[in-house]
């Protein structure tokens, strides 16, 4: 008669750590592999964030820009403030930007010859929130100049 074999504990309990590496291994690198996605998320909404008031700023142009202080657009304050839609009943925004603030400030440039209007944006997390979690940079900042044309 042969006996039958079975399993030991101990080959059991090496098959369980072994697989309990790999599972490790596995969770690690979907956890990487989300913080990742939501990082380069939240990246390209500050970036898309800093853009808009920039673009806006570009169709109006230097002249309209070099007198914003009397007449500022109630959405781009030069100041901090938060990334809000308008009460115009119109969705401008995704529901995460509303996680962002935002600051624009706007400075004279000459060489001489040229003027222009140097225009920084910096957006950064609103507070202690998904936004700050998820993203890596501490804020984002987008520069641009605005050059006076003919007219």
């Known amino acids: 008669m042969n006996p ?3 399993l030991s504990f101990l080959e059991l309990l ?3 750590a072994l697989l ?3 599972l490790l291994a596995l969770f690690s690198t979907t956890t990487s592999s989300n913080r990742s996605s939501f990082d380069a998320y939240y990246e390209y909404l500050a970036l898309a964030l800093a853009k ?3 673009e806006i700023f570009r169709g109006f142009g230097y002249h309209w820009l070099a007198g914003y202080d009397r007449h500022p657009l ?3 304050p030069l100041d901090w403030s938060p990334v809000a839609d308008a009460d115009l009943g119109l969705v401008l925004h995704p529901a ?3 996680g962002f603030r935002r600051h624009i400030a706007l400075t004279p440039v000459t060489d001489g010859r ?11 997390p609103a507070a202690a929130n998904r936004v700050m979690t998820w993203l ?13 044309k003919p007219l």
Not at 114 to 124: L, P, S, Y
Not at 136 to 148: G, Q, T
């Open 136 to 148: 890596s940079r501490d804020e984002v900042v987008m520069e641009a100049l605005i050059p006076e």
């Open 114 to 124: 040229t003027r222009a209007i140097r225009v920084r944006v910096t957006v950064a």
């Open 96 to 98: 995460e930007a509303a």
């Open 14 to 16: 090496l098959t369980m």
């Open 52 to 54: 808009e008031p920039i």
């Open 74 to 76: 109630p959405a781009y």
């Open 4 to 6: 039958r074999r079975a």
């Open 20 to 22: 309990s590496v790999v």
